[in-house]
């Protein structure tokens, strides 16, 4: 089936419900309609639609019901490039006002609607089909962040010197690239069951994950990856001939890139670490449970154990202030970088992907460190105080840190003044951003960031099903 076909058939369906209750409310309220037009929408989920309109009938608070209507949907609306291909579903998501699909923010963009997949089985093709494309770029590049849908394409970083090929945006190592595409499988086969998406092709792309964890503890020898670019840009360069700055080989695996796409210093970076432990031990269950393969599972586990444990020997440094807390980066000499960066995976977002429990001393430890000026990256000033990233310089807030923050507390209060915070830093766009500035919310980076936008309408859904007066 066409990606149009797809589109019209399920705009028949959710064209009238948005119309006539969506829309409607919007164009009552004092709100200026700001969402893509119906007709210029992507993908159209009935389950999706029936949340906003439910959100926005139960939720006293009309600007964070015009928020949610807006932001909710942004991936489905502006994002997505659906398609069935030889049989199988395809899905392409370029992560907003890039023309690239980042194996991170494809899976956080369409993450919160895994829980709506059972009410829309169109929207289960359509995540189904996000996991299959993951799966064939790992299979590409094991180290590529970022791809374009043409493979053929050649883009602007085509003379980064690296093992480059066409088809590849950008060729960053990051650990959570590949953490990401298991943590959006995994959690899609408990919620439907279907294991369809895990066949050869899958298998094959785990192994080489597995592989390329490995390559990357450096215990025999530096392992195949380089990366340098002709910048001026600090952060987009790695140093010494582009395999970083040495490492112990401790257990830990190296990433060259955060998040962010910024190079890190010392190349152990521990969120990313922490992830991994997680997704390895999750395609050890499937493979056990669904392939039947011990020796895969076994071997998953193993190195999911040895990081683990590598984590807490080396990951943990004391604060005259605030105690024993996660370091951001190590490099297992005994060097450590006391910080935090917005983008998740971040040390204030662990428990969000279930790496560490919020209960965890030495992570509420960290907390608190990560969350004061002692952090030198938390930015404090007249329209709001959180953390922010070197990828925008100073004093730039990022809404996803805020987000972070509230969804790994339990202080009503602080849950409170996050969604305050975020309601009033949009700059009257009814979107959110990759960060703004700490004085002036008008001055913000990218207006169409889907991941900001996804994250923000999920930690608002969080809060409405299980504490909703903090909407009010």
């Known amino acids: 089936m066409k990606r149009r076909s797809f589109i019209k058939n399920i705009g028949l369906v959710g064209g009238a ?4 209750d969506a829309l409607a409310y919007t164009l009552s309220s004092n709100f200026k309609e700001v969402r893509t037009p119906l007709a210029q929408r992507h993908f159209t989920s009935p389950a999706i639609e029936q949340a906003i309109v439910e959100f926005e009938k139960n939720v006293k608070n009309k600007e964070l019901a015009w928020l949610f209507g807006n932001c909710f949907p942004n991936t489905l609306d502006t994002t997505v490039n659906f398609q069935v291909r030889n049989g199988k579903a395809d899905t392409y998501i370029i992560t907003g006002d890039i023309d690239a699909m980042w194996l991170r923010d494809s899976t956080a963009q369409v993450w919160p609607y895994l829980p709506f997949m059972k009410k829309d089985d169109n929207l289960r093709q359509l995540i189904a089909g996000v996991i299959n494309r993951q799966t064939a770029y790992i299979l590409k590049d094991p180290y590529a962040n970022a791809f374009y849908d043409d493979p053929t394409k050649w883009g602007k970083w085509k003379d980064d010197i690296t093992d480059m090929q066409s088809g590849i945006h950008e060729r960053k190592w990051e650990i959570d690239s590949l953490c990401y595409p298991i943590r959006l499988a995994y959690h899609y086969w408990k919620e439907t ?6 066949g050869q092709a ?11 964890f490995k390559e990357q503890q450096r215990k025999e020898n530096l392992g195949p990856y380089h990366f340098q670019r002709t910048t001026f840009w600090a952060t987009d360069g790695v140093p010494l001939e582009g395999y970083g700055y040495p490492v112990n080989p401790v257990g830990l695996i190296c990433s060259m890139f955060r998040p962010s796409d910024d190079a890190t210093i010392f190349p152990f970076l521990v969120p990313s670490n922490f992830f991994a432990v997680v997704s390895l031990k999750q395609a050890s269950e499937i493979m056990l449970a669904v392939h039947k393969d011990q020796q895969t599972a076994e071997e998953l586990l193993r190195l999911a154990n040895e990081v683990e ?3 807490q020997k080396h990951g943990v440094v004391y604060h005259k202030d605030f105690g024993n807390i996660y370091a951001y980066e190590v490099n297992g000499f005994g060097s450590y970088n006391l910080m935090d960066d917005a983008n998740i995976p971040s040390l204030l977002a662990m428990p969000y992907l279930e790496a560490v429990s919020s209960d965890d001393p030495i992570y509420q430890n960290t907390r608190r460190f990560l969350l004061s000026e002692e952090n030198p990256f938390y930015f404090k000033g007249s329209a709001g105080q959180g953390i922010g990233s070197p ?5 730039r807030i990022w809404p996803i840190a805020l987000i972070a923050r509230g969804m790994t507390s339990r202080d009503e209060d602080e849950i409170r003044s996050c969604i305050k915070m975020l309601q009033n830093t949009h700059a009257g766009t009814g979107f959110m951003h990759e960060s703004f500035h700490k004085d002036d919310p008008s001055q913000f980076t990218r207006a169409w960031f889907a991941w900001a936008n996804t994250i923000f309408a999920e930690f608002l859904w969080k809060v409405y099903q299980t504490n909703p007066k903090l909407l009010a």
Do not use: E, P, V
Request: include cysteine; hydrophobic fraction near 40%; proline fraction near 0%.
């Open 193 to 198: 069951g279907d294991t369809s998406c895990f």
């Open 391 to 395: 990828h925008t310089g100073y004093d």
């Open 309 to 311: 444990a590598a984590l």
């Open 17 to 20: 419900l948005c119309m006539s």
């Open 202 to 212: 899958w298998i094959n792309a785990i192994k080489s994950t597995l592989n390329t």
